[in-house]
């Protein structure tokens, strides 16, 4: 069950996540824009991770608190890196390489909030929360 | 010559002054516009000032309240929109440049304040996309950083920047915003307002922008608790073109309930991460509803992933709805550099995480509601903000670094499951800028949030004060 209390809560950018989640280590650190969830540091921890979102109103500041992450805990995403890689084969190069890098990490964010998502168990009856009803006109 | 006092008055005292013809709403317009227009591009505020209708619609009540058709406590009175409401006449920009010549019929909400009688008088700022790109920084707007008029080195908040700013400024008695994720109570903070941020479905988005079809919520920016109910009741209530508004017209009323204490819970550990001014000051207001209300500390919600489930969404319905600005590069049109390349990572969000947030929906709800209904709670009490307003020309994430965090993520929660929520202004921290109080509340419960918000508001005069150099 995923749990987003007390540390996990505060935020500064999606972004500024991803990059100080790399950054990281034991410590959860910043959510992103969103100021939604926490990423806990990515490995070994089984914990479910923070949302890089956007959001309206922009999340609270917290201050980093972890210190830097060894060189093995810096390792990429490949799910991410090949999402990217598609983006990169659609929109070519209409962006510099820094800022594929930071659509990569948002990526990695993103798939972190999903991660935190699946964590969390739910009965497999349970259906999204939309509404669609079939429609019929007032003509024959 | 209308002093400016007059557009710090709260609503039913400035509709008595109107019903009475002691003022006259076309005088009251033209002042308006002229404080729009002296004091709005120091605030970044104002995107339009819709100088013709306004007096068209100021005029049209002037007669009819002396022909003895008085339409309620909104006739006559001027009032702002965030500019991603539409309004005819006026182009809708949502503030992003690539959007700035499109143009739209009344949305819902504007044409049932013009049915109340309310006079337009400014379409106002709001941050790009209502913050949907992911920006970080308070320069995110072709209208600049929006400024609040307590302080005009800092931000005035997001994403409605422009109604918060206006109503702290007296440039309108209120405004409208909208929320997705804290922008109606955000800017009410950091602007020294009120703000109501109403359940879900209360009130009809159409015409306004979507960022996120299932989270976007329409409210009232505006100077007391009961201001916010008289606009509330005026905007709230069924429509066809939104299929999602619900059959739940809002009737205003300060009153609390009859025969029991109120009961209000306080979030654990909800101010610990905050700047000692907000703690201090959210102690004080917890002293204060403690007075008429019965409080219970150290409550904790139910534990679901309200964040991430309400990021994705949020990320996979703007990827939708601007797939197109992505697609075709116009995104790179944005003002803040960051908006320019926010739009992409949500192209490639995976369906069924999308699916997976929506089906945590509704345990999340039914869960949250027996949560206060069980306990009894009639609201939450939390600081809106941990901090003041952010400094203009700093990243947020560089504003306060001596922050913490922490608390229960009562924001997350309230948006994914679409419940009521009103900011009202509750002392001053650094800087002499605005600190706030807000109260959340089970689904369909602005009433009770209003009543209680009100009494605070008895028995505190936050919301009475004004900004250097505005009155």
Redesign the interface.
Known sequence: ??????????S?????FAKTALAAVAVPV????????TAPAPAPSPA????????????????P?AAPQGPGQQERDPVALH??E??KAK?KD??TDA?WD??RR??E??LR??R?????E?PIQ??????FRAYRGTGR | MIPAETFYLPLPRLAEMIRTRRLDPVELAEAALQRLEEHGPRLNAVVTVTRERALQEARAARVEIAAGRWRGPLHGVPYGAKDLIAAAGYPTTWGAQPYREQRYPDATVVAKLRAAGAVLVAKLASVELAGGMGYEQADASFTGPGKTPWNLEYWSGGSSSGPGAAVAAGLVPFAIGSETWGSIITPAAFSGVTGLRPTYGRVSRAGAMALSWTMDKIGPLCRTAEDAGLILQAIAGPDPADANSADRPYRASVALPARRRPRVGVLKGVAEGSQAEVKQNFERSVEVLAGFAEIVRDVTLPKFPYGSAAGVIIDAEAASIFEELVDSGRVHQLTAPEDRIGGYAGQVVLAKDYLRALRIRTPAAVAMDRFLADGGFDALAHPTRPTVAYPIGKPFNEAYKDLAGGGEPIGGAANLLGLPGIAVPNGFGRENLPTSLSLTGRAWDEQLLIALAHQYQQRTDFHKRVPPGFG
């Open positions: 069950m995923a749990d987003e209390s007390s540390a996990l809560n505060p500064t950018s999606r972004r500024e910043l959510a992103p824009l969103a100021g939604c969830v479910p991770a923070e949302a890089a979102t956007p959001v309206a109103a922009p999340a609270p500041p917290v201050a608190s999402l990217t598609g983006l929109y209409r962006l800022q930071e659509v948002s990526v964010g993103n909030a999903a935190a998502l699946r964590s969390f739910i349970t259906e999204p929360a939309f509404v």
